[in-house]
């Protein structure tokens, strides 16, 4: 037998053998087989010598073509067992999907700070700054600073905690009011929101002994009721979407005139009516008004220069409205069953 | 405030419904918070004799009347009633009339005898029962003997009116009234009100001036105090039509005289009180302060104490009323009363509240005063009640009007400005629009030169003191609906908050990511709270901020400390079956510099945290264990890194309410700003917590200052470190913290960095000792380091540890 027909023999067999490979180690060990030092290859090859001259360019030329072959053959069969291999080993790993996963823990926020943040957000945006002020408070600055002197009638519209004839618990986040004007220089303007908790001797199933107001004032010149009216627009529609509809109804307040109340178009029935606007189609959610001219004096501002108005609601009632809550008392029961509802 | 809309159309003609109008009045500023239609759901009961009586023989107390309701036949009607009488006029429910419960007659057998209808309590009728004469309470309701038979009850009892219930603001007293919110209506309804008639006969004879005499001896606390007398009384049930009214407003008719005084006070605003002419000294009365120590029994018959902040009437001799709130017992009128004097008078509002206040005794009458009543209208009222008595043919009326006035009425004039107003409200109102408004408030308005109004406010709106309060005339008769939204122009700036917030709710915010919930508990405690913290009796957390008026003990003291209510709320979810509490709240401690205030106290605001129960859900990949002092040493660690305060050391905590093993405090530039840790058993058992219960308690503020640094960016390495593994068995009282710092001055400037991986106390290293493992990281800034450089600085790191020690290495 040639040189030749040894070689091409010698490939069909190790074509045959390396086809029939089952794994990568088998792969590997025909590689070292056929190709190796040992291998009949180099076997083949010692018997060059024998071979004419001339002919030695032609058989060099096959062995090439042989060796490439087998190298070739060698890598598509590695690559096809790889992937064999690679789909067995997927085939085996499979996980429960259905099963829960290891969630990190992540408590909740209650909803009247997720509700109190929302409106700071929205104000905070329209240029107000945010002032705090304190719970405990005097006579003068929760109620006479606002309008409201000694056994005036408007002062039964809140029943008061009293800690001494002179120091009370605040009814009101108002007293941030005349706070937040003697704090600046006279007729300067003012752009503010006070946010807090408020408190008034009255415990049933509508009515919170401590509950939590946000207080706004703007004072410049030429504040109208309009403007008012435009500035709670933009707040509601942000609040609670582009399509509630506010209006104003006259009310009272010592310490606003004109005064009125703001409805809401109603969030749930959007107006139509139903149950929680009691088919009425419009929802309270604050009082406001222009500031009375007596606030902004007792204040050391002057009337006939500077106007303002000012506004507070009730952040339970926005939150109840927003989150469809129907029972004051859930925010300070802290039964975690309802704080982990909200985000 | 109740208005009957019959009483109503006395004053200003209007047919549109009682609805609607309700609306409108909403609109101006009385809101009408319901609308009631009186007699709803009664149909089919009429008025019925009973012509005859007896006894059902198969019963022990229902009785069987023949009923004749002008039907044209007698009908057989069973009542369980036992007031019926023979002769009686009674309400009676006829086949197939429906009541307002719901109910529906039908005909029934009743121990063995038909029954073809009802006779109706006051009760059934839908009618409160303390707005009736007590003998009209039990039983069935027996109406007047002159009562037509047949007739619609509704129509008899005055249940075809409709009541709007008012929601009155404090500032429109002018509409405690009919006139006034006739007044209101005829405004909004382009109407004119008519007041109703006044006109006296005075068929008496003779002269006040020679009957009685007044004075004011305290013009600061009554302005005006004015009588009438009337003589030839009969006491005697007022008319049903007055009575029927009365009722529709929630006022019990009681008699013609004490009715009448309700109805002027209902109709005209004045309250009004009667006394019985022969009772008083000297025939005299007198409004002074009372005296100090002075008594007075009021008509409710109880005793009353006197100050003399508090206004009297009185004769020569002794007080007989206390002015504004209620009348004197003595002077009463009674049955056997021949001659009246009826008061109308204008107290002063701040003293009437007070009064009232002091004694608990609010009345129609000082509700009133307190809001402040027309003193331009105290006549009308005596005259109207004196109209209304000789109306019903009760009396004869003296000539004259007794009055002391030290302190005539001026009525305020205001020079308003209309571009003002406008300018107020932001809509361009006309001034003729204007001008329109308060006239038809019967405000008196000129206009003047120089295009300024000048308004004259009238005598029941005396809340009308400024250019402000007529804006709001004008703004709520033209309609708030009219303005249209402006955004107010102002200089562009940015809104800011107080650092401290924004830091809050960073630590809201990393403690719910950190997986506590956050609560927000009352701010007032009950005091035993401290008892059950056990803080001893000297501690400064029970200097606490009491309540005058608590709604109750368990919300009486302001908080020193946010931990109990935070302890409360965890016992309720545990007892609520919570797997696991973890909790955290925001808020202030109320702090007083001196008790009793006598300044505002620091309101600190803190952090409060409390973990118990499971560490994590149940949850297949997640073992049950319980929270421990590493769990909430882990949060306290991450917050503080959260606000890059980082130069904190820890120490023993010695709060008496702490397990004193298991705690420690924070302390940051040599001052403790809170602890945290384990609960200490009795406490936890106080609480009704496990044992297992840790907690946090830290000031806010030490937060805010390092919050605002700012992270500045270090090079990363740019070569590999290396890492060694070492565990030591040490004596278990050396602290990580000290063998660490053994590690530490022994490796030399290439450790970067020491971690504990693994703590084992147990059988394996024997009693009393604890395995250590560590894992340490080595780095050098210029070069990557060699095995054996660290080889060597580990040697001498183990060979430190094992001397210091006498620590064993363990493979």
Same mark, same amino acid.
């Given at each position: ?131 705090? &002020? ?210 | ?63 069987? /009347? ?85 007739? @619609? ?21 002018? /509409? ?5 919110? *006739? ?6 309804? &382009? ?5 109703? @008639? ?122 007989? &009323? ?22 109308? *008078? ?58 002391? /006035? ?84 102002? *200089? ?41 913290m056990m803080l001893p ?26 931990l109990?209510?935070?302890l ?41 945290a409390v973990m118990t129960?499971?560490r ?9 264990d319980d929270v421990d002092f590493f769990d909430m040493k882990g949060v306290v660690e ?11 050391g820890l120490v023993p905590c010695t709060e008496p309410y702490m397990h004193p093993g298991k705690s420690c405090a924070v302390r940051?530039?040599?001052?403790v700003?809170g602890c945290f840790g384990c609960l200490h058993p009795t406490a936890a058992a106080n609480f009704?917590v496990g044992e297992e219960t840790y907690v946090l308690e830290m ?31 040490v004596p278990d009282t050396v602290s990580m913290k000290e063998l660490e ?15 504990v991986?693994?703590v084992y106390t147990g059988?394996?290293v024997?009693k009393g000792s604890k395995?250590v ?39």
């Amino acid at each position: 037998m040639g040189m030749k027909d040894m070689l091409l023999e010698l490939r069909e067999k190790a074509l045959q053998d390396l086809q029939a490979a089952k794994d990568s180690q088998e792969l590997q060990d025909l590689k070292v087989k056929y190709l190796g030092r040992k291998g009949p290859m180099t076997e083949i090859l010692r018997g060059m010598g024998k071979v004419p001259a001339a002919d030695r360019p032609k058989i060099g030329e096959v062995v090439n073509q042989v060796k490439q072959t087998l190298e070739q053959t060698i890598r598509d069969r590695a690559e096809i067992l790889k992937e064999e291999a690679l789909k067995a080993k997927i085939a085996n790993e499979k996980v429960d999907i259905t099963l829960p996963g290891r969630k990190p823990a992540c408590g909740h926020l209650h909803p009247l700070t997720l509700t109190a943040r929302e409106i700071k957000r929205i104000f905070i945006h329209m240029g107000f700054d945010v002032i705090e &002020g304190p719970e405990i408070d005097n006579d003068y600055f929760n109620f006479e600073a606002l309008n409201l002197p000694k056994d005036h009638p408007a002062r039964d519209m809140q029943d008061t905690f009293y800690i001494t004839d002179n120091y009370l618990l605040r009814t009101q986040t108002s007293g941030v009011q005349a706070r937040t004007m003697q704090a600046h220089e006279p007729n300067t303007p003012i752009r503010m929101i006070s946010p807090g908790a408020v408190y008034r001797n009255d415990y049933d199933a509508t009515h919170s002994p401590m509950f939590h107001q946000v207080e706004g004032l703007v004072v410049d010149r030429d504040i109208s009721l309009a403007d008012l009216k435009g500035t709670l627009e933009l707040f509601c529609r942000e609040m609670f979407g582009d399509d509630v509809k506010i209006r104003l109804r006259p009310s009272y307040f010592p310490f606003t005139e004109p005064s009125c109340e703001v409805d809401i178009s109603c969030v749930i029935c959007g107006g139509k009516g139903c149950n929680v606007c009691k088919h009425s189609g419009w929802l309270e959610i604050l009082g406001a008004g222009e500031v009375h001219p007596n606030v902004l004096k007792m204040s050391g501002y002057d009337p006939s220069i500077m106007n303002g108005y000012a506004f507070g609601m009730g952040i339970e009632r926005i939150a109840m409205l927003k989150y469809g809550i129907d029972d004051l008392r859930l925010f300070f029961e802290n039964d975690l069953r309802f704080i982990r509802q909200f985000r | 405030m109740l208005v009957s809309i019959e009483w109503l159309k006395k004053y200003v003609d209007f047919d549109i419904t009682p609805e609607e109008l309700a609306d409108k009045l909403t609109h101006v500023g009385l809101e009408v918070e319901s609308v009631i239609h009186l007699g709803a759901g009664i149909s089919g009961v009429l008025t019925g004799k009973v012509t005859a009586i007896g006894r059902n023989p198969k019963s022990d107390h229902l009785w069987v /009347c023949q009923m004749d309701y002008g039907s044209g036949e007698i009908v057989q009607i069973q009542t369980g009633a036992q007031n019926v009488k023979l002769g009686d006029m009674v309400p009676v429910a006829t086949v197939g009339a429906t009541l307002p419960n719901g109910m529906k007659l039908n005909p029934v057998k009743m121990a063995g005898l038909d029954s073809y209808g009802m006779l109706c309590s006051a009760q059934e009728l839908g009618i409160d029962s303390k707005l009736l004469l007590p003998e009209q309470r039990e039983g069935i309701l027996i109406l007047p003997p002159d009562t037509p038979v047949g007739k @619609d009850i509704r129509e008899v009892l005055g249940l075809t009116d409709t009541v709007l219930d008012i929601d009155l603001t404090a500032n429109k007293q002018d /509409c405690f009234c009919m006139t006034g919110v *006739a007044r209101e209506a005829a405004a909004v309804l &382009g109407k004119k009100m008519q007041l109703p @008639d006044m006109a006296v006969k005075e068929n008496d004879g003779r002269d006040i001036a020679g009957m009685m005499k007044n004075g004011i001896e305290a013009p600061d606390l009554c302005s005006r105090f004015a009588n009438r007398i009337i003589t030839d009384i009969k006491i005697m049930p007022s008319p049903e039509w007055m009575q029927n009214e009365l009722r529709a407003v929630s006022i019990r008719p009681i008699n013609n005289v004490v009715d009448v005084t309700n109805y002027v006070m209902m109709e005209l605003g004045q309250p009004m009180h009667a006394y019985d002419y022969d009772t008083l000294k000297d025939h005299t009365l007198i409004v002074r302060r009372a005296k100090a120590g002075e008594k007075l029994t009021t008509l409710d018959g109880k005793e009353r104490d006197l100050t003399p902040d508090m206004i009297v009437i009185a004769d020569t001799e002794k007080a007989v &009323g206390l002015g504004g709130v209620m009348g004197g017992l003595q002077t009463e009128v009674t049955d056997k009363t021949q001659t009246v004097i009826l008061e109308a *008078a204008t107290f002063n509002g701040p003293s009437i509240r007070h009064t009232s206040k002091a004694l608990g005794l609010r009345s129609e009458a000082s509700m009133r005063f307190e809001r402040g009543v027309d003193t331009g209208h105290t006549w009308y009222a005596l005259d109207r009640a004196v109209h209304l008595l000789e109306e019903m043919g009760a009396c004869k009326s003296v000539k004259g009007i007794c009055e002391s /006035c030290p302190v005539p009425f001026v009525p305020t004039v205001l020079s308003i400005s209309p571009a003002a107003m406008n300018t107020r409200i932001g809509v361009e109102i006309p001034v003729a629009e204007m001008v329109s408004i308060l006239r038809s408030l019967e405000f008196e308005v000129e206009e003047e030169a120089d295009g300024s109004l000048k308004v004259t406010v009238p005598s029941w709106r005396s809340d009308v003191t400024c250019d402000a309060d007529i804006s709001e005339e004008i703004a709520r008769l033209h309609s708030y609906d009219k303005i249209e939204s402006h955004n107010p122009m102002l *200089a562009m700036k940015e809104g800011r908050e107080d650092p401290m917030e924004t830091v809050k709710d960073g630590v809201q915010d990393y403690l719910a990511s950190a997986g506590l919930d956050e609560v927000q508990n009352y701010t007032f405690i009950h005091p035993s709270f401290m008892d059950k913290m056990m803080l001893p009796s000297d501690d400064v957390r029970r200097k606490v901020i009491r309540l005058m008026n608590p709604i109750s003990d368990e919300f009486s003291t302001m908080r020193t400390t946010m931990l109990p209510g935070m302890l409360a709320t965890a016992a309720y979810n545990l007892a609520r079956q919570a797997e696991s509490v973890k909790i955290f709240e925001t808020g202030r401690v109320y702090l007083p510099k001196s008790l009793p205030l006598t300044e505002h106290p620091e309101e600190r605001q803190m952090i409060g945290a409390v973990m118990t129960g499971r560490r994590y859900d149940l949850n297949w990949t997640n073992g049950k264990d319980d929270v421990d002092f590493f769990d909430m040493k882990g949060v306290v660690e991450g917050l503080l890194e959260s606000v890059h305060l980082t130069g904190y050391g820890l120490v023993p905590c010695t709060e008496p309410y702490m397990h004193p093993g298991k705690s420690c405090a924070v302390r940051v530039d040599g001052k403790v700003i809170g602890c945290f840790g384990c609960l200490h058993p009795t406490a936890a058992a106080n609480f009704n917590v496990g044992e297992e219960t840790y907690v946090l308690e830290m000031e806010l503020a030490p937060l805010v200052k390092a919050a605002g640094t700012v992270p500045q960016y270090t090079h990363l390495a740019k070569f590999p470190g290396m890492s060694r593994d070492i565990a030591v068995v040490v004596p278990d009282t050396v602290s990580m913290k000290e063998l660490e710092g053994v590690i530490r001055a022994n490796a030399g400037g290439l450790l970067r960095q020491v971690r504990v991986f693994d703590v084992y106390t147990g059988r394996q290293v024997g009693k009393g000792s604890k395995s250590v493992a560590f894992n340490l990281t080595f780095r050098a800034d210029d070069r990557t380091l060699t095995d054996a450089e660290i080889d060597a600085i580990m040697k001498t790191v183990v060979n430190n540890v094992q001397e210091t020690y006498k620590a064993q290495l363990r493979k």
